[in-house]
């Protein structure tokens, strides 16, 4: 089954919101529909989107909030802004800021598709984990505990901040045990709906409920005697918490519908950026899993904390981004470089070097084509006044040619007077 592109839709009203869900689900995306700028943000961290539809104005924030927060980790996913009448100011802003698009309020949905598909054509599958060999003596340990680690079938835990390349480690991990030829399959724990969990980790039987046409293996079934990689763990439900510890005691593991159960006799490696110990404590994750999962454990730094790998990996980056231009970094970008903060650690610089080769107009990288958020607070404000014509030019120009230049009915669907309509158009 082919996997449908993730549309991350940011609206906080509730209609409009809705309707759009709806229209992106029978155009066969998959979307994901947050109300805030912070929703959005946790929306992000947990998926890859392919597009993201963000309105200017929200309850926490607004569009340009969220797109400078969202900069360690969007990489090359187009963001288009949607915009009312007063805002376009904004929007404009956005675009000259590195943004991809924007809409005006009212939209025609169907446009608005064809945006997504238009933007989406060619695009390649979301880039995997940074395969880099960094430098520094924190890695070169922690390297060296894998491949000790990496025979035995223990289950592991992996902890770290979001980006530092926890699933390259669990790859390294399996790469380097005897079972390396076995499958190694990665979930994302946060991102499977709670009503399909049993059913994604432990397969079904056909006709084992509503929907279930033909049987599925599931997660355990598809690792067989390789490595399965929970990211996340820490957003495990509790009934599949569980479960788990079950499959970690003695191995077995039943499929929903199944009469009998079946032996998993593969590695379990899991991930996670929350603090297991304290989410123990509060009693939101079991004693028991935690002390099963955590018999290994293995700790990766910051990129903050390793300094000295931040240009040697940000060249390894920019090469493997492809492309013939840029080809390099201007030594104000290095600066800019060492002097960040890096809360998205490597997949931030990766996003951030993707998206800055993909936008550069020069063959070296500036401060600015890596931190486009700088932009925003150096731009020229454009002019308002001139904006707003733009806007009612295009907007009176879309419902003249739905309505096949009837300018009564055109105004009737712009929801003004046939006067202010003639008159708008006569300024533009």
């Known amino acids: ?97 590195g943004a991809d698009d924007y809409l005006t309020k009212p939209y025609d949905v169907d446009e608005l598709v064809a945006r997504i598909r238009d933007r989406l054509r060619g695009r ?24 000790r680690a990496a025979g035995s079938r223990l289950p592991v835990l992996i902890v770290g901040e979001t980006g530092v390349g926890k699933e390259v480690a669990a790859r390294r991990l399996h790469e380097e045990s005897p079972w390396s030829e076995e499958p190694f399959v990665a979930v994302n724990c946060g991102a499977i709906p709670k009503e399909l969990l049993e059913s994604q980790f432990f397969g079904h039987q056909r006709g084992a409920f509503t ?29 599949l918490q569980t479960a788990l510890l079950r499959v970690l005691q003695d191995g077995r593991f039943r499929a929903v519908g199944a009469a009998q159960d079946s032996a998993f006799r593969g590695r379990i490696v899991a991930a996670t950026n929350a603090d297991l110990d304290a989410m123990r404590r509060d009693g939101r994750f079991r004693d028991d899993l935690y002390f099963r999962l955590s018999v290994l454990s293995f700790a990766i730094p910051p990129l903050r904390e390793r300094v000295d790998e931040i240009l040697p990996l940000a060249l390894r980056l920019l090469e493997q981004a492809g492309g013939s231009t840029p080809g390099g970094f201007t030594d104000e970008a290095r600066l800019a470089m060492l002097g960040h903060d890096w809360p998205g650690n490597i997949r931030e610089l ?29 731009l020229p404000r454009p002019n308002l006044a001139r904006a707003r014509l733009d806007a009612d030019a295009d907007q009176i120009a879309k419902a003249l040619a739905q309505t096949n230049g009837n300018l009564g009915e055109a105004a009737k669907l712009l929801g003004i007077s046939r006067t202010t309509l003639w008159k708008r158009r006569s300024a533009s």
């Not at 947050?34 to 924030?61: E, K, N, Q, T, Y």
């Not at 929907?211 to 990211?231: K, N, P, S, V, Y």
């Not at 107009?361 to 958020?373: C, I, K, N, V, Y």
Request: hydrophobic share 45%.
């Open 124 to 147: 390649g599958a979301v880039a995997g984990p940074v395969e880099v060999e960094p430098p520094s003596d924190a890695m070169a340990v922690l390297a060296r505990q894998l491949q």
């Open 350 to 378: 990766r996003n951030r070097i993707e998206r800055a080769r993909l936008m550069a107009e020069q063959d070296l990288l500036g401060p600015a084509d890596l931190f486009p958020e700088m932009r925003l607070s150096e």
């Open 1 to 97: 089954m082919t996997e449908r592109p993730v549309i991350l839709v940011v609206e906080d009203d509730l209609v409009l919101g809705g309707a759009i869900e709806q229209r992106l689900k029978l155009e066969g995306f998959e979307p994901v529909w947050a109300r805030d700028v912070r929703s959005a943000l946790v929306a992000m961290r947990r998926r890859s989107p392919a597009f993201i539809l963000c309105d200017i104005r929200l309850p926490d924030g607004s569009g340009e909030d969220c797109y400078r927060q969202a900069q360690s980790f969007l990489g090359t996913t187009p963001i288009m802004f949607v915009t009312a009448f007063g805002e376009v100011e904004q929007a404009v802003r956005l675009v000259k800021a």
């Open 211 to 239: 929907g279930a046409a033909q049987t599925h293996i599931g997660h355990f079934g598809e690792a067989r005697g390789g490595t399965l990689f929970l990211d996340e763990i820490g957003e495990l439900d509790a009934r």
